[in-house]
C-alpha cells in the first residue's frame, strides 16, 4: 500500500518538465514470471522520450538476453510504477530535478523517501546557462553531428532534444576523458601506421558512447581505426548495425557475444562502460591479455562481493545492507586497480559525470606503461584475505 501523500509525491515526480528518469529493481521471485511474461526480467528503466513531438516515458523491461520497450503518457508510467512496486520488485527511485524518490517494499506496504537534491531547479538551470556559454564542449551545441541526430540526441539543426540533455553531457565528457588518453593511442598509431588503431566496447549497449568514440578518433583526431562494440543482446546489436550502416561507418561493426567468450587478436584501446558485475572484470582480463594501451571502464552493479564479505571486526559496516553494498562496490573498484596497477598500468579512479543521478559514477582509466618488471600480486591477496574477498579477477 502506498500513503495518500506518498501517491501524490509521485504523480508530481513523473509531471512533465519535474521528471527525469526512474527506475524499479532487486525483482521477486515471481516477478519475472508474472510481468507481462517475462523470464528473466531483472530491472525495469522509466525515461522521458519523445515521440512525434508527443513528451513520453520509455518503460524498459530488461532481460537476460532482450529489452522490450513501451512508450506511455506521464501518469500511465506512474501508475505502472506503482502497480509493478506492489506486485513485483522490492526496490526503486524516481528521479526529478529537485529531489530523488527512493522506494522501498516492506512487507505489504512501500515506503517512500524523498531526498531533495541540494539545488533548486532554478540554480541548476542558471548554472547549465552559465556552463554552457563558458564551457567548451567537444560535440558544441549547435554544430550538428550526423551520429547525435541519428540517435535522437540533437536535431538537423545541432540543437540538443530536452530529454537527451543528460546524454548529450555524458557523451561530451566522456570524450574529454578519451582526449585525455589520446596522446598514448597516438604513440601506438605513429608505431603501427600500416594498420587501424583496434578499439572494442564491450557491453556497448545502445551504443551511444560507441558511436561518439568513433566519430571523435575518426572525425576529431582523424585516426585510423576499427571499432567493434560486443553485447550480449542480439535486438540491440541489430539496431546498432542498422544505424552504423545508415551512417555509412565501415570501420564500426556491432557483434552479439558474451565478453569472456569474445576473441579477437589484439586491442589497442578496451573500452567497458556499465557492463553487469563481474562482466567488466572479464573485460579487463581481456585488456590485460591484449596488452591494451589503454583501458576505461566505468562498473555498474558489483554484487559479487556482497556475497562473500564476512570479517566480524567490520560489522558495524557489514550488517547494515546499503552501506555494505556501497562499501563492496569500493572494495571492488579498489582491487580492480590494484589488479591493473600490478598488471603493468598506470591506473587513475576518477568521477565519470557530475549528475546526482546515479551513485554509478567511478570511471576507471588505466593506461600501460612501459615498466614491465614483474610485480607481485602478494599484498593484493592479503587484502582480499583480510575482508574475505575472493574477486573473480584473481581466481581465474
Ligand atoms: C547498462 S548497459 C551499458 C551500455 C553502454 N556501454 C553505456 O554505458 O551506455 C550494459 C550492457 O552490457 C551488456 N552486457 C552485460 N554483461 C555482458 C556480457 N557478459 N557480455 C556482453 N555484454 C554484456 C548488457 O546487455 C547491456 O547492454
Known amino acids: 500500500m502506498f500513503q495518500d501523500t506518498d501517491k501524490e509525491a509521485l504523480l508530481q515526480a513523473f509531471t512533465e518538465g519535474a521528471f527525469v528518469s526512474a527506475n524499479l529493481t532487486s525483482p521477486t521471485a515471481e516477478a519475472c514470471d508474472a ?9 525495469i528503466e522509466f525515461k522521458p522520450v519523445t515521440v512525434r513531438k508527443r513528451a513520453l516515458v520509455q518503460l524498459s523491461y530488461q532481460q537476460k538476453a532482450r529489452n522490450v520497450h513501451r512508450n506511455v503518457e506521464h501518469q500511465e508510467a506512474c501508475k505502472v510504477l506503482c ?25 505489504t506496504d512501500i515506503l517512500v523517501n524523498i531526498v531533495p537534491l541540494r539545488k533548486s531547479t532554478a540554480p541548476i538551470a542558471a548554472e547549465e546557462a552559465l556552463h554552457n556559454r563558458v564551457k567548451h564542449r567537444i560535440l558544441p551545441e549547435g554544430k550538428p553531428v550526423d551520429f547525435l541526430i541519428r540517435l535522437g540526441v540533437m536535431t538537423t539543426d545541432g540543437k540538443v532534444v530536452a530529454a537527451k540533455y543528460d546524454k548529450y553531457r555524458q557523451i561530451n565528457r566522456f570524450l574529454e576523458m578519451v582526449d585525455d588518453v589520446w596522446p598514448a593511442l597516438q604513440t601506438i598509431a605513429t608505431a603501427n601506421s600500416d594498420r587501424p588503431l583496434r578499439i572494442i566496447d564491450f557491453g556497448s549497449g545502445k551504443s551511444y558512447l560507441t558511436f561518439a568514440l568513433h566519430h571523435f578518433l575518426k572525425h ?34 556491432f557483434q552479439v557475444g558474451d565478453i569472456a567468450g569474445f576473441q579477437a587478436e589484439t586491442a589497442d584501446m578496451v573500452v567497458s ?58 572494495l571492488t573498484d579498489a582491487i580492480r586497480a590494484e589488479w ?12 565519470f559525470i557530475e549528475t546526482a543521478h546515479t551513485p554509478k559514477n567511478l570511471l576507471i582509466r588505466a593506461v600501460r606503461t612501459s615498466d614491465t618488471r614483474p610485480k607481485s600480486d602478494k599484498p593484493l591477496r592479503e587484502f582480499c584475505d583480510f575482508w574475505g574477498a575472493q574477486p573473480h579477477l584473481l581466481n581465474k
Open 83 to 107: 502497480e509493478l512496486l506492489l506486485s513485483a520488485f522490492n526496490k526503486g527511485v524516481v528521479h526529478t530535478r529537485t529531489a530523488d524518490l527512493l522506494l522501498r517494499r516492506k512487507g
Open 220 to 253: 576529431i583526431r582523424g585516426a585510423n581505426v576499427r571499432v567493434t562494440g560486443l553485447d550480449i543482446k542480439q535486438d540491440v546489436i541489430e539496431d546498432c548495425s542498422r544505424i552504423a550502416a545508415d551512417l555509412a561507418c565501415e570501420d564500426l561493426d
Open 340 to 351: 591493473l596497477e600490478i598488471s603493468g598500468y598506470k591506473v587513475q579512479v576518477m568521477e
Open 273 to 330: 562502460l556499465h557492463a553487469c558485475d563481474t562482466a567488466t572484470d572479464d573485460a579487463l582480463q581481456k585488456a590485460v591479455g591484449w596488452q591494451a594501451a589503454v583501458i576505461l571502464a566505468v562498473p555498474c552493479c558489483q554484487h559479487e562481493l556482497y556475497k562473500q564479505l564476512h570479517n566480524s571486526v567490520n560489522q558495524p559496516l557489514l550488517k547494515h545492507g546499503v552501506l555494505k553494498e556501497r562499501a563492496t562496490a569500493l
Open 35 to 43: 510481468v507481462a511474461d517475462m523470464p528473466g526480467l531483472s530491472k
